[in-house]
């Protein structure tokens, strides 16, 4: 750590509180940008309609019906296949400057394969993208947001290596070449831990693979050199004439010291650097590759354990440099905080991901809640953790790509507005006091959504979707007003100082 980056953390410990503060009256900065996300499966329905493939995530719910809440799944979802011109409007109501939406691959590509397209799900989203950019709304494609074709993932799915790198980067291409001349905001893969460990350590997510600190290690591997290779075909194919900008979405929680001991400190950072560095670190990290944290620890326990190598698949050094470098902006996903406490390290046994850490962690009891289990509602935590993403990589520019609150779906959504408000305070903050650049913010989520393993018993939308009526009526509910406002204003609060 250079001298200046230790005096900055430590200005930084002392002055950001951990508690409660007055949301402030200033503006945000005036090419500050705003916008909503959503991703396919979350949203689209139309799961075999016109020529669609099977993702793992149709396969998945199918399957395993019992995984999900009230046994639901994605099959009509919001019926934005049909609907996407309602979506439209929506933006359109709130002054949304961008809308972040993904593309189903297997829409596209019903195999995964890039030499047999789908014409009418080109046409959707040519639909949809053409829909937004009459209305003056930005469209920010992300790529995978956790559908994968079944036919990739019945051939081993993202720990296949040298397969998926091939697949991803053929999709990647294709998507560029029918959408780049409208899309200058791309982000390769969104939230890859939770399809890495969700999905192929714990095996809860599709495809439900329970190999822990194993195939979800390999898993990462895939999505790095992928978001890589998608990057630099962008950069030499398609830059020159489109001039957009590639990045991935990581996603984080704040992750607060239990205490100020030395060691509580280092299991926290700890934490962040595997939680979050596993995969930012390659990308963002002016050294790029893992964290050394990872490197060592990994190493060290998988010998312990009797591994030939690390369960921690090793990049060559050509390979850290291909990689490193590869965004054009920050794209994180954030919502919420947890405590650290130092721990001896767990026993040898198992091999996981956990173990790997060998910390303690909890949420706060004292946190408001959400309709989420791991959601607590921590504004100050986000406030910290720009601070730290700015000191660890170098001040990049940063695009908050997703950042929300869950409860029923109630129209009167006093706890939503109070989550926007103050986490925006402490994001204003953060750029006004601490020099940190955000330049945007996207509101997770533009509607209530299939929200994975909860089905739809947790909300996040800005409009409420009646999910018992087919016509899936959108209805704009109190945030949706007060995130119009803020738009329009730029200000948080009733008056703000000019
Ligand atoms: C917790 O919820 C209450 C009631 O909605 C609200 O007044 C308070 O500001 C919330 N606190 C935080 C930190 O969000
Ligand atoms: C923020 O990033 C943008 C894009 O790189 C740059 O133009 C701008 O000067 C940066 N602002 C600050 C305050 O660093």
Known sequence: MKLKNILLSFLVQVTLSTTFSEPINKKFPKNFIWGTATASYQVEGGWQDDGKGE?????????????????DNGDIACDSYHKYLEDVELLKDLGANFYRFSLSWSRILPTGNADEVNQAGVDYYKNLISALKSNGIEPFVTLFHWDLPQALEDQGGWPNTDLLVEKFADYARLAFSLFGDD???????????????????????????????????????????????????????????????VSMVVDTDWFEPASDSDQDKEAAERKIQFNFGWYANAIYHPDGNYPQVMIDRIAERSQREGF???RLPAFTPEEVNY???TYDFFA??????????????????????????????????????????????????????????????????????????SDHGELEDGGRVNYYLEYLSNILQAILDDGVNVTGYTAWSLMDNFEWLSG??????????????????????????YYKKVISTRCLVDVCED
């Open 55 to 71: 993702s793992n995530w149709d396969h998945f719910t199918h399957t395993y019906p019992d995984h999900i809440a009230n046994g």
């Open 183 to 245: 899309v200058k905001n791309w982000m390769t893969f969104n939230e890859a831990k939770q399809t890495c460990q969700l999905g192929y350590g714990y095996g809860v997510f599709a495809p439900g693979v329970n190999s822990d600190g194993i195939d979800s290690y390999k898993c990462a591997h895939t999505v790095l050199k992928s978001h890589a290779r998608a990057y630099h075909i962008y950069d030499e194919e398609f830059r020159p004439t489109q001039n957009g900008r």
């Open 308 to 310: 030939e190598q690390s």
């Open 323 to 325: 990689i490193k470098g």
């Open 332 to 405: 994180l996903n954030t919502y919420t905080t947890t405590m650290v406490q130092w721990s001896d390290d767990w026993e040898i046994g198992t091999p996981g991901y956990d173990a790997d850490i060998s910390v303690t962690t909890w949420q706060d009891s004292s946190w408001n809640s959400s309709a989420s289990g791991w959601l607590k509602v921590v504004p100050w935590g986000t406030r910290k953790l720009l601070n730290w993403i700015d000191q660890t990589y170098n001040h990049p520019e940063i695009v908050i790509t997703e950042n929300g609150f």
């Open 456 to 481: 739809y018993t947790e909300k996040f939308g800005l409009h409420q979707v009646d999910f018992g009526n087919p016509d899936r009526p959108r209805t704009a509910k109190s945030s949706a007003e």
